[in-house]
């Protein structure tokens, strides 16, 4: 089973910067996508931005040239989500997920984390 650990979230004014961490660890074969989602009350959750095993990267149309995901050098199950340029629109939990496989012979699982609060004051 995977899992994950999020930190980073916070208050912060418009135009101001956080960055989100997010840590997988535990027993699987491999992830294969990893990344943020958010919901914003009374919102649906939308993916924000994810990288694959590949290096390839997705973001939504609202943050990009905005936010930035990437990966720790020297831990490859870690990401990292640079946000700058916030505004009070991105105010909203922030879930770190990943798309893994438990075994060789496994299906591809999604798994959650916990989610951080990121508040942006106007």
């Known amino acids: 089973q995977v899992q994950l650990v999020e930190s980073g979230g916070g208050l912060v004014q418009a135009g101001g910067s956080l960055r989100l961490s997010c840590a997988a660890s535990g027993s699987f074969f491999s992830i294969n996508v990893i990344g943020w989602y958010r919901q914003a009350p009374g919102k649906q959750r939308e993916l924000v931005a994810s990288i694959e095993s590949g290096e390839s990267t997705k973001y939504a149309t609202s943050v990009k040239g905005r936010f930035t995901i990437s990966r720790d050098n020297n831990a490859k199950n870690t990401v990292y989500l640079q946000m700058n340029s916030l505004n009070p629109e991105d105010t909203a939990v922030y879930y770190c997920?990943?798309?893994?496989?438990?075994?060789?012979?496994?299906?591809?699982?999604?798994?959650w984390g916990q989610g951080t609060q990121v508040s942006v004051s106007s």
């Open positions: 997920y990943c798309n893994y496989v438990q075994s060789y012979y496994s299906s591809t699982q999604i798994y």
